[in-house]
């Protein structure tokens, strides 16, 4: 079975800086998705980015960015220039690339930005 | 609607009772799926439907628990004989048919939040 690791429970950071939230999991599949979601108090899960295994290149959406290592089986997710609008519980994912398999959460790890 | 919508948004019930959850979603999207997160805890996987089709209901904790989606579209969970443990969000996500569209996708609706006293 497919486990997906967040070791940090909770995290801080000052506006405007960079922070990273750590993620490893454990598949003997190839061909898989890495994802990251973010949940807001409003309880709706958003995707954030993702990211196909295949793939040497990591994946960027404007602030957010991975950090892609597939022999070390690590997805972590860089935030630069941290907003207020940023603080949510972050939810590290995975689902196989073939197939309507569900998606497999970590834990989670609760971002607080601070003014 | 434009988003995956689920009812009600909170329920209290009594320890024993019957409960019904309901998940309508994205027009169009074939994939439903529901999860259960309990405090400070990830989603946990229940089940999943193809159209009308429960494909995976692996996640399902006991039988207790049971969902339908008669039409290919509404999904309701329901819960029997509810027991303290089962408070939590309930979460139901929906998504294209095919991986390679979505891209592995999911869509989520807001949750409802089971309280079971």
């Known amino acids: 079975a497919q486990t997906v690791t967040q070791s940090q429970p909770e995290m801080s950071v000052q506006e405007a800086e960079t922070v990273t939230l750590s993620c490893t999991y454990d598949t003997s599949e190839s061909n898989y998705y890495l994802f990251w979601y973010k949940q807001p108090p409003s309880r709706q899960m958003i995707l954030v980015i993702r990211?196909?295994?295949?793939?040497?290149q990591n994946a960027t959406e404007n602030r957010f960015s991975v950090n892609f290592q597939k022999a070390a089986k690590s997805f972590s997710l860089k935030i630069s220039d941290s907003q207020l609008g940023d603080t949510a519980m972050y939810f590290c994912?995975?689902?196989?690339?073939?197939?309507?398999?569900?998606?497999?959460f970590g834990k989670g790890t609760r971002l607080s930005v601070i003014a | 609607g434009a988003g995956v919508s689920q009812t009600p948004s909170n329920k209290v019930t009594e320890k024993g009772k019957y409960v019904e959850l309901r998940c309508d979603p994205i027009?169009?999207?074939?994939?439903l799926y529901w999860y259960r997160q309990s405090l400070g805890q990830g989603p946990e996987f229940l089940i999943y439907?193809?159209?009308?089709?429960?494909?995976?209901d692996s996640g399902l904790p006991n039988d207790r628990f049971f969902a339908v989606r008669p039409e290919g579209s509404v999904s309701t969970l329901k819960i029997q004989r509810t027991e303290r443990g089962d408070s939590a969000v309930y979460l139901c996500?929906?998504?294209?048919?095919?991986?390679?569209?979505?891209?592995?996708?999911?869509?989520f609706g807001e949750g409802s939040r089971l309280t079971v006293l």
């Open positions: 990211q196909e295994a295949y793939k040497q």
């Open positions: 027009s169009g999207h074939t994939a």
């Open positions: 996500a929906s998504s294209i048919n095919s991986v390679l569209v979505s891209a592995g996708e999911l869509f």
């Open positions: 994912a995975f689902m196989f690339y073939s197939g309507n398999t569900p998606l497999v």
């Open positions: 439907f193809q159209g009308t089709g429960a494909a995976d």
